[in-house]
Structure formats: C-alpha cells, structure tokens
C-alpha cells in the first residue's frame, strides 16, 4: 500500500464567524426559542446556506421580501441591513420584527444620514446590487447617494459642487481595492469628508490580513464561502493577488477540485485554509477531514491576530 503524500494544512487565524454574524444566528436561534416557529426572516440571514439550511430545520422560514411574509407572522431583517422602507412596511402592516443588523453596518446607516443632514453629496464606495449597499442606500431619499464602484467611477464622477461631498463605504470590501478608489476621491475632492480610512470592518480586515500572510507560504489557498458573500469572495481574489498559484472558494468539502489541486500540490505541500465571516467552523473541520482521505495531513495555526468582538442582542431576546 502506497503511503499518503505529506501536506501541511495552513489554517488562518482569525477565520470564519465574526461577532455580527454569531449575533444575527443568536437572534434567529433565540426568537425561535421564544416564540416558537416559524420565524420568518427576510433574506438569507448570513450569506452561507449550510446555516440557512440548519436554521430552517429548527423553523425559520427566509423569504426574499416583506411580501412574503403572513398577517400576524414574526420577522428578522437579515444582518447586510435593509433599506427604510423596509421596518415602515413592517409597522405599517403591525409585524413584529427584529432587526438583525451588524452594528458595524448600522453605524454606516448613521454616517450616511449625518452627512446628508449636513448638507453633502453622499457618496458609497461598495458593490451595485449587493444587499448590503441596497440597505444603506435606502437610508436617504432616492438619488441621493451615489454609487462608486471603482477607481475609473472616481475618477468619472462629476458632483454638484465639489466642496459638499462625503464617501462611505461597504463593510465587506477589499482593503486594497478601496484604499484606491479613496484615495482618488481625495485626489479630486480635497474637502471630501469620511471616515479616517474606510468603513471596512474589522473581521473582513483580519481575514483579508490572514491571507495576506499564509498565502505566499501556500501552494494553494482554500476559502470556505458562498458565491454570494462579499467578504468570502475577497478572500480568493487577495490570495490570487500576492500571488498564490491556485485560490478557490468552496462551499463544502464536496466542492474541493482534487484533479486541480493534485498538480499544484504535486507530492505534498502547504495548503492554505480560511473560511468567510459567515462560514461556520464545522464546514472547516469538514474540508480538514476530506483531506486526510488523500493526504497526511499535518494541521498548523498562522495567528495573526486576536479577535475578541461581540455585540449586545436585542433587549428583547436578552432578558
Ligand atoms: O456582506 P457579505 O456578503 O460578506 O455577507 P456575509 O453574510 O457573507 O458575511 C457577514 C456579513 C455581513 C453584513
Ligand atoms: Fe458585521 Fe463585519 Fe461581520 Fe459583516 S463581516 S456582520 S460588518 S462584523
């Protein structure tokens, strides 16, 4: 019998849930508890449906609008924000809603609002479609934020007047990527107002930083997410950047590409492992465990930094 090639197993630290997603899955869990199913929650709760899929098991019923939701019923507004139409139909209709919002997102809901209180133009640097930038978007009245999605938008945009602008940003971006398209804004609006550098949250900076730092000693970088998860997907592309000659999301282990891989690991190797902010740990151990049917696989920590966030859930749900 032939003996397994050895592979040393890289995992990221920080990786996967961050302190806004662990709240937003408390909020669900514990509204269940509470009042019992279904609990209808609008939109994907965090992007990853291995928790969606759990959370339906145990009642949750996720629906894409408000719409959808029955007379009566109990809702949770998903934690990428919703615009303010969305809580006014909820009281117009005598829902019972909670608001499963990151605190980090809400904080951005702010931002935009004072700024245009003050009388600026505001403008959003984040991903067109992205529920996340829908929600903060429809903070202020229609056409009054505009969408900055990259440098070449910066460099396009032509305001009102120029000494009256103000830049927010998604929370889920590329450090990099962001950094840019700020610094062009600044470039061209020297009285821009905004935060000190962007509004990009601390656990999408530790996970992009993380990558940063095992992926050059990977000859290839996995990133446990979902298509559709802004900070998972930011992953892949950092790992490509500094260089890392295979980088590829997987949602499960049933998605690893072995006939790619086997190449690029040739006998053996380093693999790096991450997971998005919404990509619980038990989908980690699953990719761990896939691996060590092909390889010997030995498992070390890169810890770049500690992370010790967490935010208070609603009164409500905490008595
Ligand atoms: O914003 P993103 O697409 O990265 O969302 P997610 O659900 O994957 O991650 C957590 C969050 C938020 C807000
Ligand atoms: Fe909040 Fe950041 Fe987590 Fe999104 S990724 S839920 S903004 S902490």
């Known amino acids: ?148 999605e990259t440098v070449a938008d910066a460099e396009a945009i032509a305001p009102a007047d120029p000494s009256k602008l103000a830049y927010i940003t998604q929370t889920t971006l590329s450090v990099d990527d962001t ?40 000859d290839a970088l996995l990133v446990i997410g979902a298509p559709n998860s802004s900070n998972s997907m930011r992953l892949v592309e950092v790992a490509e950047r500094v260089g890392c000659p295979y980088a590829a999301l997987v949602q499960r282990a049933e998605d690893i590409d072995w006939d790619a891989l086997r190449p690029v690991l040739k006998d053996g190797g380093t693999i790096g492992l991450t997971a998005g902010a919404s990509a619980p740990e038990v989908l980690v151990e699953e990719v761990i465990e896939a691996f060590r049917t092909h390889y010997d696989v030995k498992v070390e920590t890169a810890l770049i930094r500690d992370e010790a966030v967490q935010f208070k859930l609603p009164r409500v749900l905490a008595e």
């Open 1 to 148: 019998m032939n003996a397994k090639p050895e592979l040393t197993l890289l995992l990221a630290s920080p990786r996967g849930f961050c302190a806004g997603v662990d709240r937003a899955i408390q909020i669900v869990e514990l509204a269940l508890t509470k009042f019992g199913p279904p609990v209808y929650v609008r939109h994907e709760i965090v992007h990853n449906r291995y928790v969606v899929e759990s959370l339906e098991a145990k009642g949750a019923v996720f629906v894409e609008e408000l719409s959808e939701v029955p007379e009566g019923a109990k809702v949770i507004f998903s934690a990428h924000g919703v615009p303010k139409s969305v809580p006014a139909e909820a009281q117009s209709r005598e829902l019972f809603y909670l608001d499963a919002t990151c605190p980090l997102v809400s904080k951005v809901h702010v931002e935009a609002e004072r700024h245009h209180n003050a009388g600026l133009q505001v403008l959003l640097i984040g991903h067109a479609g992205h529920p996340e930038v829908i929600g903060t978007m429809g903070q202020l009245p229609e056409g009054a934020v505009t969408l900055i």
């Open 179 to 218: 950094s840019a398209i700020v610094a062009t804004l600044r470039r061209r609006f020297p009285d821009i107002r905004g935060p000190h550098k962007e509004d990009i949250c601390y656990a999408t900076t530790n996970r992009q930083d993380a990558v940063k730092e095992i992926a050059p000693q990977s």
